[in-house]
């Protein structure tokens, strides 16, 4: 019955259009392609390096970021139980001792006690509060008083008011939930990202070694032939600065490195350089797998944590209309007290000195200057404004992931053109060193061809490094990634460490 009085609009959820199919940006021709197949939560797993495995194991529990989201998830809840507590009565137990004295000017007098010696008394004697006078004194000596007792309070709520802020608490939990789930979603993505991008500028350190040990022989060889007179200085001086060149490429690329390092150490709460001897061997550059599986779109409401915040969001401010309608009806409440008074602590166990207070109450609004108009008309404006962000929260998904699948196809078909140029400029140096030494190119032609390939090694090795960091952004813009350390139902465990 009550909750058929309850005002305000009910929520429900609102629709989202999905697209027919993921695969429009696709071209077949890609060497990996995403598949419209289920979702694998540890996607990572795709790329097949153990260590970047390992890494994303410890997120969930050593992230900073996840565990502040955790924080205030725990603040929502405690939310939710302060606002759970209006729905019940509230009782409250005092008991107190005072020495009092009366001022026979006071409302005493309304008593008819004089403030002269000529107190009327009862007929034993005492005063009009049962204490006898002492002589020379007026109106009431000072007196003991005890008592003890209970009180009790219970609002009705007839129109609903505590029911949807209830309502609104629970949607404020969830949008909690999807908060701490979007934290560990863009952490897994940034861990990814820095790892490739480790990987990739330790393979750019290793070309850029290779190139300078070519460049190295090319400067003996010029040396040789000078004196042996079948070249000049320019060549040694070419030769040297083509070395100079490499060597200085390599301190940023170790920089990079120690910073990356120092991020993935900062996203598992490591200090500077924690993960320098795990991370500090070279390893090659994560693959991309054959088949990318990355769901159906039918799922992506469901499954990307943003959409499911701003669905909470939009739940959360259509209660709170319901709770600014209640304000505009009368408030019943029930309260209550027993207890006990007396004048000696011997009689406050008597019968005779307990009292009690029972009945209800009734407040209604009449005046309030158009606060409660305002505050309706606040409500409805926030949900209207917490409608819109979903609406556009959902679009931007479809958008990301549009952009995501482009980028991961055309990266890919970039990676293979320059996998080309890479082959034909190391062919095009073995001929040129080889004709050099017959002395029928000058060593300019082999400088630039040198140039060349280094240029191409590492285009490739970059781009090789967006593709999978493309992969990574696609998964992210998927919502994968949470349902194995954030599950739809937390464990019992959690949820009763939660509620504590």
């Known amino acids: 019955m009550l909750a058929g009085c309850t005002v305000g609009p009910d929520f429900q959820r609102p629709p989202v259009a999905a697209p027919n199919d993921f695969t429009r940006a696709s071209h077949a021709q890609a060497p990996s392609q995403p598949v419209e197949a289920t979702l694998a939560p540890e996607w990572w797993a795709l790329l097949g390096d153990p260590d970047l495995v390992a890494l994303e194991s410890r997120l969930a529990t050593d992230n900073l970021d996840v565990q502040a989201a ?8 405690a939310g939710l139980r302060i606002a759970g507590a209006d729905q019940y009565p509230t009782i409250g137990g005092a008991a107190s001792y005072n020495r009092e004295q009366a001022s026979p000017t006071g409302i005493l007098s309304l008593l008819g006690v004089a403030p002269a010696g000529a107190q009327p008394e009862t007929a034993n004697g005492d005063s ?10 007026s109106g009431s000596p000072p007196y003991n008083l005890w008592q003890y ?16 802020g209830v309502e609104a608490a629970n949607a404020a939990v969830q949008a909690s939930v999807e908060d701490r789930r979007a934290v560990l979603l863009s952490a897994q993505a940034e861990l990814a990202r820095d790892y490739i991008e480790l990987r990739a500028t330790q393979t750019l ?114 209660a709170e209309i319901g709770v600014a309608k209640a304000d505009f009806y009368p408030q019943i409440t029930l309260t209550g007290s027993l207890g006990a008074q007396s004048l000696q602590l011997s ?15 009734i407040s209604l609004p009449i005046f309030e200057g158009g606060r409660l108009k305002g505050t309706l008309q606040l409500r409805k404006a926030q949900q209207q404004e917490a409608a819109i962000v979903f609406h556009r929260t959902v679009l931007q998904a479809w958008h990301e992931v549009d952009d995501a699948l482009s980028a991961y196809d055309a990266e890919q078909r970039r990676r293979d053109e ?20 017959e ?39 998927l919502g994968g990634g949470w349902e194995t350390a954030f599950p739809e139902t937390p464990p019992a465990a959690e949820h009763a460490k939660s509620v504590q």
């Open 70 to 77: 955790s924080a205030r998830l725990l603040e929502s809840r």
């Open 128 to 137: 009009a509060f049962g204490v006898s006078s002492l002589p020379g004194t």
């Open 149 to 164: 007792g209970f009180d009790a309070s219970w609002e009705l709520d007839l129109w609903g008011h505590a029911r949807r």
């Open 205 to 318: 350190l290793d070309i850029t070694n290779k190139n300078l040990a070519v460049a190295r022989d090319s400067l003996k060889l010029t040396r040789l032939r000078l004196t042996e007179g079948v070249t000049t200085n320019l060549d040694v001086a070419n030769a040297s600065a083509q070395v100079a060149s490499i060597e200085a490429r390599l301190p940023p690329l170790q920089t990079r490195c120690d910073t990356l390092i120092n991020a993935l150490s900062f996203l598992l709460g490591e200090e500077p350089g924690a993960l320098g001897k795990t991370l500090a061997d070279a390893r090659d550059i994560p693959s991309l797998p054959v088949h990318a599986p990355i769901g159906f779109p039918s799922e992506l409401a469901r499954r990307r944590p943003d959409i499911r915040r701003a669905e909470a969001q939009l739940h959360a401010a259509t």
């Open 347 to 361: 009689s406050l166990g008597d019968w005779a000195s307990h009292q009690f207070v029972l009945g209800p109450s």
């Open 418 to 437: 320059l996998k080309e140029v890479v082959q034909q400029d190391q062919i095009a140096l073995g001929v040129a060193q080889q004709r050099y030494r």
């Open 439 to 477: 002395g029928a190119i000058d060593f300019l032609n082999e400088l630039t061809v040198q140039r060349d390939l280094l240029n191409a090694e590492s285009d490739l090795a970059e781009s090789r490094a967006i593709a999978s960091i493309n992969l990574v952004s696609l998964y992210k813009a």
